[in-house]
T-cell receptor, first 116, second 112 residues
Framework: DAGVIQSPRHEVTEMGQEVTLRCKPISGHDYLFWYRQTMMRGLELLIYFNNNVPIDDSGMPEDRFSAKMPNASFSTLKIQPSEPRDSAVYFCASSLRDRGAGQPQHFGDGTRLSIL | GDSVTQMEGPVTLSEEAFLTINCTYT??????LFWYVQYPGEGLQLLLK?????DKGSNKGFEATYRKETTSFHLEKGSVQVSDSAVYFC???????????FGKGTRLHILP
């Protein structure tokens, strides 16, 4: 079975440029999560969706960050304009909704973003 | 709010040593508990889980038992290998909510 697919795997760009990260969740999963991982802050939840609807975006650092999920099989995380402090590994994860059964999240391999 | 506390690393052991990584949690509901592993350059992978008190999760020689009385979910392995070198995350999902709460992670180094 295909897991969560993220693209690109690596992105290097100059500050001020727009960056778009992409995620394809596991088919049939109805939750999608975006995380950021850095050495300083560890793993941070940015936003998550249920059935394509954003539920909690309180972790989005500022207005430069936006996320969309136009359909059940695709999501984007956009940074515009990008800054060097946005450099991190960004992970997408998906899961099934089944409270009480401990449904785990399945992670993609991440996008390593470097802003120069 | 809910939280997960795990021992800080790095933890360095020799091959074939016994491993314990401590994890305790705080939750107002009845959480499900998880251990995830992250190998270099990869995303987090589910290692094992337990959904109710006294359940034991196990996988690849790793075990953890859900202890409600001590609010703990310690990870153990009887004989570690160099290939076990990774970062290990303890996590919970409170079944009243949809978010997973991760600990800060414990980096494990196994020396040959």
């Amino acid at each position: 079975d295909a897991g969560v697919i993220q693209s690109p795997r690596h992105e290097v760009t100059e500050m001020g440029q727009e960056v778009t990260l992409r995620c394809k969740p596991i088919s049939g999963h109805d939750y999608l999560f975006w995380y950021r991982q850095t050495m300083m802050r560890g793993l941070e939840l940015l936003i998550y969706f249920n059935n394509n609807v954003p539920i909690d975006d309180s972790g989005m650092p500022e207005d430069r960050f936006s996320a969309k999920m136009p359909n059940a099989s695709f999501s984007t995380l956009k940074i515009q304009p990008s800054e060097p402090r946005d450099s991190a590994v960004y992970f997408c994860a998906s899961s099934l909704r089944d409270r009480g059964a401990g449904q785990p999240q399945h992670f993609g391999d991440g996008t390593r973003l470097s802003i120069l | 709010g809910d939280s997960v506390t795990q021992m800080e690393g790095p933890v360095t052991l020799s091959e074939e040593a016994f491993l314990t990584i401590n994890c305790t949690y705080t939750a107002t509901g009845y959480p499900s508990l998880f251990w995830y592993v992250q190998y270099p350059g990869e995303g987090l992978q589910l290692l094992l889980k337990a959904t109710k008190a006294d359940d034991k999760g196990s996988n690849k020689g790793f075990e953890a038992t859900y202890r409600k009385e001590t609010t703990s979910f310690h990870l153990e392995k009887g004989s570690v290998q160099v290939s076990d070198s990774a970062v290990y995350f303890c996590a919970l999902i409170d079944n009243r909510d949809d978010k997973i709460i991760f600990g800060k992670g414990t980096r494990l180094h196994i020396l040959p």
